[in-house]
């Protein structure tokens, strides 16, 4: 086997690697929030008069983006999303470019 080809593997499949964690660490995050909301639990609880607190109340969160039934695990899930999922997203665009 060619040393050049076979360093070649090992960096695209480390790429994989690396985009995955955000994917993967997104739906761990959501399989969490599921198990925490179906026991009506949530280990985090936003203090009063803050900024979350403010966003986590707001109509966004108790209205229109509600997959589950507390707001601050709507809100997490939201902040996860948007900063994970891009992540993910760009990674897995830039592997599958690579590839061609």
Known sequence: ??????????????????????LGGLIVLQILFIAFDNALWTPFKVK???????FSESKLFTEWFTPYKTQEH??????????????ALIGAVKDLVSRK
């Open 74 to 87: 709507n809100l997490f899930t939201a902040i996860f999303a948007v900063t994970l999922l891009p992540a």
């Open 1 to 22: 086997m060619h040393p050049l080809k076979d360093t070649q593997h090992k960096a695209g499949s480390s790429r994989i690697k690396s985009w995955m964690y955000f």
């Open 48 to 54: 009063e008069g803050s900024l979350f607190a403010d």
